[in-house]
């Protein structure tokens, strides 16, 4: 029996407890109260060991029906070499099998949204084990072959495009398993500076409830049902391979849940300026001055907050265009990027001039609770010191419910602001992630014409119906730009980029409440200032180049142009071109022997797989979009939607046994205050038979109390 059949089991258990203790307590007259009180709870707890969407930093579950038990984790580590605008990424992390009996292990962990995940390597005793790519059908059935064989074998599956889970067959009594998974990303590079982000945790996420919008509330909409690609994540979740089966979380430094340890070493080619570790405690070591090693402070930190690097190179080294490329058989690859200029003082007084029409969402639900409000506060009211009396405004809040300030936006008056202050500074987090009202409320499709419409989206992201969501935003966006602003240690960084790459607007992320001043004034400077507008690329006469986005947005301040492309023939001078105010811009790049690097064909890939998968998200056909994925995916080795890394050991090693069940405590993501995130993680299955039960017992309270009265009389 797999871990969700036992799940069921549980709950199936827990009901009848349920009934039985309310049943004894009617029948005796006594302790009615008390008796559903300690029922609820026990069903809580069965719902929480139900719950499928708990993911957080690297996990192994062992699958039986026996119960579970923790399982040490050894160690973890997190490896990065940066080579100019390229990372490579080595995450090893070792598990040790205390029991006596063979298992099966689930190992869950996110990675950056865009990483290109290429290489598996597992060692399970003295035996070493390579991935290889394979369709995902196919790598689940030479997987599932193996362990029927008993042979050891691991499996590496893509649930979404930051989670990932590793299932491991038949790791032996007392061995220990060391799983390393490589991956290729790109650096963000924003305002002179360069950015590197590891997760370490994911914010627990919601499933939203299916149905129509509630009817007392009288706006139009959605509560977001889920609307799964075939294959991803849903047939992962089919199959049980849940993020987390049975929970167990350790309170931030309450032990060390999940510790770690990370290098990051950068060779910028140009000398480095200053480098700044943001949520952690490091060393920095500069070998010479293009290179740089990063060490935490902590041999084994806590694995409870993202990790995030960001560094700039010396000014007169900052980048104004780079383009790196690759050869690889007949194709070139190419990364460019292309920061475009500073605007001027008086072009930045004529985008000021344009009044705004500013609708502020933001997320009040469980997950917001403890530092995550108050920066969201914080960032609220920094958006209203922002507008003058010739903008419009509203305010939206979401949790299980919406509730906007106003039915429509507002002149933004003195008398308007303060009233919106107030109404800001009393707001709290509790219940449920239902986004689908509040975007639906935001994106009318409605433009008032001479303004500049802008939605400021302030959440951290903590939902499971991300595809759902994205369809919305492309189909109600209109002449609207949204504009994601992520909250809390460890937010759902692939939601939040991706509603702003289809809101055609920028993501911006505030891990610390000492973080809102400025990095909230560095988005309204971008918001009030579109620095290049119509930019195009222009690449050398009569080659065939694929390129993704096939678009370019408008520049926002600070911001670089990246495109990824592939060309069957050698690239030649690339042209970037634009409007910058109301005159033409444009700059032209060469390929150097200098600019070679690897891992630029895999980022391309990558680039290529999400832009296909945004098609089916647009409402193309999965199974026309499928096989060219596929494609792609294998000529690259690439984990996908629809492609897995499995690797699997020559000899059957492993008698054929039942596995034993042993589960690594998990993290909870820092600043979560404890036991306020179970409203938020119930499934509505769950809340549904909570709510039912309720009123059965309710029901029952008062059948009983009504023969009472009836014999009085």
Request: hydrophobic fraction near 45%; charge should be negative; aromatic fraction near 6%.
């Amino acid at each position: 029996m797999d871990g969700k059949a036992g799940s069921e089991v549980d709950f199936k258990g827990a009901v009848t407890d349920f009934v039985e203790l309310v049943a004894k307590a009617l029948l005796s007259g006594i302790g009615v109260g008390v008796a559903m009180g300690l029922a609820i709870l026990l069903l809580s707890t069965a719902a929480q060991a139900a719950s499928a969407n708990d993911a957080r930093t690297g996990t192994l579950l062992f699958h039986t029906s026996q119960g579970n038990t923790p399982a040490p984790k050894v160690s973890t580590e997190v490896a990065v070499e940066v080579t100019g605008m390229i990372a490579r990424t080595r995450v090893t992390q070792v598990f040790h099998n205390p029991g006596a009996e063979y298992v099966e292990g689930l190992y869950v962990f996110p990675l950056p949204e865009k990483a290109a995940v290429d290489h598996l390597w597992m060692k399970i005793g003295e035996r070493v084990i390579e991935g290889q790519i394979k369709e995902k059908a196919e790598a689940r059935r030479v997987y599932e072959q193996a362990r029927s064989e008993g042979r050891k074998a691991a499996i590496v599956e893509q649930q979404r495009p930051n989670l990932f889970a590793n299932s491991v067959a038949h790791i032996g009594p007392d061995e220990r398993i060391e799983i390393r998974i490589e991956y290729q990303q790109s650096l963000a590079y924003e305002n002179a500076e360069y950015r590197l982000r590891f997760p370490l945790a994911v914010t627990p996420r919601y499933d939203p409830l299916p149905g129509p919008l509630h009817p007392t509330l009288g706006f139009p909409g959605a509560r977001g049902e889920r609307e799964a690609i075939p294959d991803e994540p849903k047939a992962a979740e089919a199959r049980g391979l849940q993020p987390v089966m049975h929970p167990e979380y350790e309170a931030p430094g309450r032990g060390g849940a999940n510790p770690v340890d990370i290098v990051v070493t950068i060779d910028a080619g140009v000398a480095i300026g200053q480098v700044v570790s943001s949520y952690h405690d490091a060393t920095i070591e500069k070998a010479a001055g293009h290179r740089v090693t990063v060490m935490l402070f902590r041999e084994q930190e806590d694995a409870d907050r993202d990790f995030e690097l960001t560094w700039k190179v010396a000014p007169a080294a900052a980048p104004q265009a780079a383009l790196f490329t690759q050869r690889n058989d007949a194709t070139d690859y190419a990364l460019l990027m292309v920061v475009p200029p500073q605007p001027t003082a008086a072009e930045m007084a004529a985008f000021q001039r344009m009044p705004r029409e500013m609708v502020l969402i933001v997320d009040t639900s469980g997950s917001m609770q403890g530092p995550s409000i108050i920066q969201a506060r914080q960032a609220l009211e920094h958006a209203l010191g922002t507008l003058t009396d010739r903008d419009r405004f509203n305010v939206v809040e979401f949790n299980s419910i919406m509730r906007p300030m106003w039915p429509a936006t507002l002149a933004a008056t003195a008398q308007n602001l303060e009233y919106a202050r107030k109404w800001v500074r009393a707001l709290q987090a509790g219940g449920g992630t239902e986004m689908a009202p509040a975007l639906t409320f935001a994106l009318d499709g409605r433009e008032t014409p001479g303004m500049l419409r802008q939605v400021v989206f302030i959440t951290d992201g903590a939902v499971g119906n991300e595809e759902a969501l994205f369809k919305l935003i492309s189909e109600r966006l209109g002449g609207s730009r949204l504009f994601t602003v992520g909250i809390g240690s460890a937010p759902n960084s692939h939601f939040m980029t991706r509603a702003a790459q289809f809101g055609r607007g920028t993501f911006t992320h505030i891990g610390d409440v000492r973080e809102v001043n400025e990095k909230m004034s560095r988005l309204f400077a971008k918001i009030e200032a579109p620095v290049l507008r119509d930019v195009t690329i222009r690449w050398p006469d009569g080659t065939p180049v694929e390129t993704f986005p096939s678009r370019v947005p408008d520049l926002y301040l600070g911001e670089p142009v990246m495109v990824a492309a592939s060309a069957r023939a050698p690239l030649g001078t690339v042209v970037v071109s634009g409007t910058r105010g109301n005159q033409p811009w444009s700059v032209a790049l060469t390929p150097s022997a200098d600019a070679k690097s690897g891992g630029v064909g895999a980022l391309w890939a990558r680039s290529k797989i999400a832009s296909l998968m945004d098609e089916v998200t647009r409402g193309a056909d999965a199974e026309t979009i499928r096989p060219q994925v596929v494609k792609v995916a294998l000529e690259h080795h690439l984990v996908s939607a629809y492609t897995s890394l499995v690797a699997v050991d020559v000899a059957p090693s492993a008698p054929a046994v039942n596995p034993k069940a042993v589960m690594v405590k998990a993290s909870l993501p820092q600043g979560y205050v404890d036991g306020t995130q179970l409203p938020q993680t119930d499934t509505p299955a769950m809340l549904q038979l909570l709510l039912g039960l309720l009123a059965l017992s309710a029901a029952a309270v008062f059948a009983v109390a009504g023969r009472g009265c009836g014999a009085a009389s």
